[in-house]
């Protein structure tokens, strides 16, 4: 299947994947997430500036863009057909203007909302979600509302507004967040009433039972009747992700509301977290707004990896906020301040070392996604000596690899990683480690 992705507020068309011309391999750069590889988007563009939206959208400026979401329209997608083109639909939220950028089909930017209060308006939106019946909500926070929208395949239209400002079922108080499961239940984060509100496809409210929370800001939902996701059953298999106190406490639940994990990471290294979501491994991937960077916690939200740095440049990031994941392909958007990326998901392998001990070589690493890796041991002018594994399936965490030394060295291990999907045989990380057997 050939895939193509229209990347809103990016906000370019991409073109369809060209024949694989070999595997990209990368050297001394961050990959838990990775560019396209050449030929897969116009130019090797992957970050959307200023520039590049007004070019897409005469007259349109980011002014505080905040959530974004993604989704393939079922009207876009015909699953019998394994040649048609793919058209991921986006959703991004430019606060700011009150306004929803959106795409219809390839090259086609839009936008809809002005400031203000009444139907198409907007009064400092924050969260987005898109399921794929083209069903949209907005968190329409300045409003204390819910805005309803729907999205055809050819354009988005104004439905209808859900709620008042207030403390009763289906009232709210500056509302930060939404999402949707699988079955269309929306998760609303009722930031100033410090509260969980869930509205069914039947249009009932109730509110999850969750104690203690304060201004959830942020929230992201995975359940096991999505089309794509690992855990199909199980504690992972279905679970709600919320940041709350400002950004400095991320905490997953049931979708009952009964709490699971939680994180306020290291007193040395506070979390400043705006958006979050999950990965299709049921990993939790938050935007770090204060730190210009993203991080990957594990199921139980245990620290993985941080990932990018501060500044305009790759793998670097200006105050990120909204991030999205299209799960189907490990397809990665993150909203910055002016500006938002496109990567796909990547693995890396962290901390390599080379340990000899009592006759053998230890070389332990750490893998931050789950991922093919491939490991031999060279001479210095890259004879190979021994190949240790050969695309071998490994856990993301903690690994290690054995070599038992046949002979006087010097040698040099090289180490190959590739994702399990997403980036597949396109992009792999290679690390190259000179030692010595210890002999």
């Known amino acids: 299947m050939r895939t193509v992705l229209f990347l809103i507020s990016l906000w370019f068309a991409d073109v369809p994947l060209l024949a694989a011309q070999g595997v990209t391999i990368l050297h001394d750069v961050p990959s838990t997430y990775v560019y396209p590889v050449a030929g897969f988007l116009p130019f090797n563009i992957h970050r959307g500036t200023q520039n590049l939206l007004s070019l897409m959208l005469k007259g349109a400026t980011f002014d505080d863009p905040q959530g974004v979401a ?10 019998k057909d394994p040649n048609q083109d793919v058209v991921v639909t986006m959703v991004g939220v430019n606060s700011g203007a009150g306004e929803i950028i959106y795409n219809v089909g390839l090259k086609d930017l839009r936008r809809l909302g002005t400031p203000g209060k009444g139907k198409g308006q907007f009064l400092h939106p924050n969260g987005v979600a898109i399921n794929s019946d083209g069903d949209v909500a907005v968190a329409d926070t300045g409003n204390h509302r819910i805005v309803l929208l729907k999205h055809d395949g050819l354009r988005l239209r104004w439905v209808k507004t859900l709620g008042r400002p207030g403390t009763e079922l289906g009232q709210f108080k500056n509302p930060l967040a939404v999402a949707y499961d699988s079955q269309d239940n929306l998760y609303i984060a009722d930031s100033g009433n410090d509260r969980i509100q869930v509205r069914d496809k039947r249009g009932q409210f109730h509110l999850l039972p969750i104690e203690g929370l304060r201004a959830p800001s942020a929230l992201a939902v995975i359940d096991a009747q999505e089309a794509w996701t690992f855990y199909r059953q199980g504690d992972y298999a279905n679970r709600l992700a919320v940041v709350d106190e400002t950004g400095s406490r991320l905490q997953t639940f049931t979708l009952d509301g009964k709490p699971l994990a939680q994180t306020s990471g290291d007193p040395s290294d506070p979390l400043k977290l705006a958006g979050c979501a999950f990965d299709y491994y049921g990993n939790v991937v938050a935007t770090d707004f204060d730190k210009d960077c993203l991080r990957k916690f594990d199921r139980d939200l245990r620290p993985i990896t941080t990932f990018g740095s501060p500044g305009t440049g ?8 909204g991030i999205a994941f299209n799960r189907q392909f490990g397809q990665v958007l993150v909203a910055e301040r002016d500006s938002a990326q496109y990567f796909w998901n990547g693995a890396d392998a962290l901390d390599l070392k080379a340990v000899p001990e009592k006759g053998k070589v230890r070389f332990p690493f750490f893998l931050t996604e789950r991922a093919l890796v491939t490991a031999t041991v060279e001479r210095t002018d890259g004879t190979v000596v021994k190949k240790l594994t050969d695309a071998k399936d490994l856990e993301e965490g903690s690994q290690e690899l054995d ?11 090289r180490l190959s990683v590739m994702a399990t999907y997403s980036s597949r045989e396109r992009v792999a990380k290679e690390e190259l480690l000179p030692f010595s057997n210890g002999q």
């Open 403 to 413: 070599w038992t030394p046949a002979g006087p060295g010097p040698y040099q291990l």
């Open 70 to 79: 993604c989704a393939l329209l079922k009207s876009d997608h015909d699953p």
């Open 314 to 321: 790759d793998f670097q990031f200006t105050e990120p906020r």
